[in-house]
């Protein structure tokens, strides 16, 4: 078993609308960014390496732990969410209560990270000119989240709101950060994955088994 190696990341320097050079992370001061930015997405090229680094993460993945590989659809549910991806990896342990990881490399070029039942984080999650979003900051949040999951430092809960909409709460923590989310769900998907993450041990997803 090898360890997991990152890929060599490109350094990117790019050239603004007055020919200066620069480089995401680095471009505004504290003044912030202007307000024509928010809008503008000048480089998605930039995010382009986040599909080789979830190969090598893949490669990783199915040859240290004992998982079925899929590069299809699980579901019909999951064929119409995901009609519009350029590839899906799907990777399910062979164990009921470690949380199964879907990797969706998008067209944009990005990616987003499914996970257990509920959560999908996007990388990047903003690609707009103000965000200022760097190419490296987006490899570290995805193999931390990845490993997070993988390690059994993640879990996902849901709380059922007493509005009269049914929102519901979704809430998950990876050891490195946690964050909360609404989202709208019918009432029988909601007993469902209460069901399923309440037959967990202690409430939480386990690590993956290692072959």
């Known amino acids: 078993m090898s360890a997991y190696v990152r890929p060599p990341l490109p350094r990117q320097v790019f050239r603004d609308a007055d020919g200066k050079p620069f480089e995401y992370g680095e471009r505004w001061g504290v003044g912030g960014p202007p307000e024509e930015t928010y809008s503008h997405d000048s480089h998605p090229e930039r995010f382009a390496p986040l599909h080789e680094v979830a190969d090598a993460l893949v490669e ?5 732990y004992d998982v079925e590989l899929r590069t299809e659809p699980w579901d019909r549910a999951a064929e119409r969410r995901w009609q519009d991806a ?8 062979r164990a009921s209560e470690a949380a199964p990881l879907t990797l969706v490399y998008t067209d ?18 903003c690609g707009c000119d103000a965000c200022d979003e760097p190419l490296a900051v987006q ?5 931390q989240h990845a490993f997070a999951v993988v390690e059994g430092r993640f879990a996902e ?3 059922v709101g007493a509005a ?8 998950l923590s990876d050891g490195e950060a946690s964050g909360e989310g609404r ?3 019918p009432w029988p998907t909601v007993w469902s994955v209460r069901r399923r993450l309440g037959s967990l041990p202690d409430g939480r997803w386990q690590p993956w088994p290692r072959r």
Request: proline share 6%; charged share 20%.
């Open 60 to 64: 990783h993945l199915v040859a240290t």
């Open 86 to 93: 350029a590839r899906v990896v799907g990777l399910r342990p």
């Open 108 to 125: 944009y070029p990005g990616l987003l990270l499914e996970a257990g039942e509920l959560t999908t984080f996007h990388f990047p999650n």
């Open 139 to 143: 490899v570290d949040e995805l193999e």
């Open 157 to 159: 809960w849901v709380r």
């Open 164 to 171: 009269r909409w049914e929102w519901h709460w979704i809430g």
């Open 183 to 185: 989202s709208r769900m």
